[in-house]
């Protein structure tokens, strides 16, 4: 079965340091979201792609998180400098353009903790 | 500003019995919703999803209700079972606004055997 591959799983790091994660979308796939999820809340939109475009990334903090996808596969989501309150789950999703039955795939994540 | 609410952070069942999850949403542009389903440590998986223009979807031992009146959905398991427990997702999606899942803040759900 595709999956989405995220990496690394976990990632520890200290304050104000520069953190970057990882995804490969399933193939084919040419909508990809980062997604940062909370302990204790819903997972909550950071950047979403078309391809290789940014299609929204009003919920991305610009001025330390950055996102691309340069060749409309994979993708690098990137801290700098990280927080305390950085500390979350960061999930990516792929999902072909048009199939909203079945939403998303998701990754198994990335447990980042910032210390 | 919640668009996606579940009140119920916690639920507790019995194996065997039906477990019920519910949902409420405040967007009334929100045409398909979805439910997902987390272990810890993983990814949410996909479970159910409903149309607006549906009121029950079922899938099994999942069966999706949507009262659009009432903003609000609810998934019913029946019967749980000790493999159901884990983390239920509620999310919304609106035709304009590119497939972007809104999320509820999740249902801890455990069967108990």
């Known amino acids: 079965e595709a999956e989405v591959a995220q990496s690394p799983r976990y990632k520890i790091t200290e304050k104000s340091q520069a953190v970057a994660f990882w995804c490969d979308p399933i193939?084919?796939?040419?909508?990809l979201y980062w997604y940062r999820q909370i302990l204790g809340q819903g997972p909550e939109l950071l950047v979403q792609f078309q391809d290789e475009s940014v299609v929204d990334d009003s919920q991305l903090p610009k001025d330390r998180f950055s996102a691309e996808r340069l060749k409309g596969v994979d993708s690098t989501l990137k801290i700098q400098p990280a927080e305390l309150g950085d500390s979350a789950m960061y999930l990516c999703a792929s999902s072909l353009a048009v199939n909203r039955d079945y939403g998303y795939t998701f990754g198994s994540g990335t447990r980042l903790t910032v210390v | 500003d919640q668009q996606v609410k579940q009140n119920s952070p916690s639920l507790s069942v019995q194996e065997g019995r039906i477990s019920i999850l519910n949902c409420d949403y405040t967007?009334?542009?929100?045409?398909?919703f979805l439910w997902y389903k987390k272990y810890p440590a993983e990814g949410p998986t996909f479970l159910i999803s409903?149309?607006?223009?549906?009121d029950k979807n079922e899938d099994g031992r999942f069966t999706v209700f949507l009262n659009k009146s009432a903003k609000h959905l609810s998934l019913h398991i029946v019967p749980s079972q000790p493999g159901d427990s884990a983390v239920y997702f509620c999310a919304a999606s609106a035709n304009n606004q590119g497939g972007k899942l809104i999320f509820g803040q999740g249902t801890e759900l455990s069967v108990k055997p």
């Open positions: 409903i149309s607006s223009i549906k």
């Open positions: 967007n009334s542009m929100f045409d398909y």
């Open positions: 193939s084919g796939h040419a909508t």
